[in-house]
């Protein structure tokens, strides 16, 4: 082979090297051109080298010179390649870099509902009075809801188109059960169990078959109140209430005692808050009546108290400035 045609090959074979290793896309393909190429056993540069054989002893030194030249430049293409491939696969650097002792990101998942953080505030504004929570069922007989508090059989409020009674309920039970129309059965269930003093208040739902309205729904809440001690006086229920509002409402509220009559109190009141020039009923009150107190085996001789019960929807109304319940 002349040293023209031994040149003019290698040069075609460098030419050809150099682009097949830039086009390789990935690890897979690069592979395969490095094994056309530079492969050990039959490799083209291999096959390139044999011709080396067979140029004239003359051209011997210039033919290897080239040889090497080219060789060289096939190994450079395909390091060359093999930098470009290595750097797309190196992840794509994005903002800071990532550290993994830094505290998680707590993921936002919405807020407590208007009336929940309503009943957290009132636990918390009695809680600083001293009063604590005390809890009783939904469903209830008719000594809590009705005769302990001094309501009695023929009372309108037992009606049965007022309340919810539970046939199913009274069918287990044996006796009639009804959903409770009010937190005042939660009073009951304290004195039962705890002799005097007593101080808690009780939230929780109550349920009566109204009509829905602005101020009126058939599931409402509750937040009933009861104080059991000696010398208890109306005074300190007016007080009691009256700071109650104004840590809720932030002092700029107005309320009044209206009177009323509860069977469970005597005297009673009705408690109203002035909103937008309007006086809102914001709950009853009164003091524990005698026969409440014996009806629990308190001596009225020894002791007294105030009890109230207010509506949750209508303070946390106010509070938000919404006008309708619903
Ligand atoms: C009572 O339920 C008495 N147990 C309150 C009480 C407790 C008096 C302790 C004396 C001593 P009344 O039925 O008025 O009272 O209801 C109290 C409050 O609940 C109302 O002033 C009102 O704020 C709220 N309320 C009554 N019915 C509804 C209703 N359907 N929807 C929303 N709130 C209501």
Redesign the pocket.
């Known amino acids: 082979m002349s040293l023209s045609v031994f040149i003019a090959e290698l040069d075609a074979l460098a030419s050809a090297a150099a682009q097949t290793f830039a086009s390789a896309a990935d690890a897979a393909a690069l592979e395969a051109a490095r094994v056309e190429f530079l492969g050990a056993k039959s490799g083209k540069l291999k096959d390139a080298q044999k011709g080396l054989g067979t140029v004239g002893k003359d051209d011997k030194p210039a033919a290897g010179k080239r040889f090497n030249e080219v060789k060289q430049a096939i190994e450079a293409a395909f390091a060359e390649a093999q930098t470009r491939l290595d750097a797309s696969d190196a992840p794509v650097a994005a903002g800071p870099p990532f550290d993994p002792t830094q505290p998680g990101r707590r993921p936002r998942i919405g807020h407590l509902h208007p009336l929940t953080q309503t009943i957290e505030d009132l636990k918390e504004i009695m809680g600083r009075l001293g009063f604590s929570v005390a809890h009783g069922p939904e469903i209830e007989d008719e000594r809590h809801n009705f005769e302990a508090?001094n309501i009695p059989q023929a009372h309108p409020a037992r009606d049965p188109l007022e309340n919810f009674y539970l046939a199913t309920a009274e069918k287990i039970s044996g006796a009639p059960m009804l959903l409770r129309?009010?937190?005042?059965t939660v009073?009951i269930r304290v004195m039962e169990n705890k002799k005097p003093p007593v101080r808690i208040i009780s939230l929780g739902r109550?349920y009566?078959p109204?009509t829905?309205d602005a101020?009126?729904?058939?599931?409402?809440?509750?937040i009933?109140?009861?104080l059991i001690d000696k010398h208890v006086t109306m005074a300190d229920l007016k007080s009691t209430l009256r700071m109650f509002a104004s840590s809720y409402f932030g002092g700029e509220v107005h309320i009044r005692f209206r009177p009323?009559f509860?069977p469970?109190?005597e005297p009673?009141?009705?408690?109203d808050m002035q909103w937008n020039d309007r006086w809102?009923?914001?709950?009853?009150?009164?003091m524990?009546d005698p026969n409440v107190l014996r009806a629990v085996g308190y001596d009225p001789d020894e002791v007294s108290g105030?009890?109230?019960?207010?509506?949750?929807?209508?303070?946390c109304a106010r509070r938000h400035q919404v006008t309708d319940?619903r």
Request: aromatic residues 12%.
């Open positions: 508090l129309s009010q937190t005042s009073q109550v009566r109204d829905a101020t009126h729904y058939p599931m409402f809440h509750q009933e109140g009861l009323s509860f469970f109190t009673s009141v009705e408690v809102i009923e914001m709950g009853g009150a009164g524990v105030f009890a109230f019960g207010l509506g949750v929807e209508r303070v319940i």
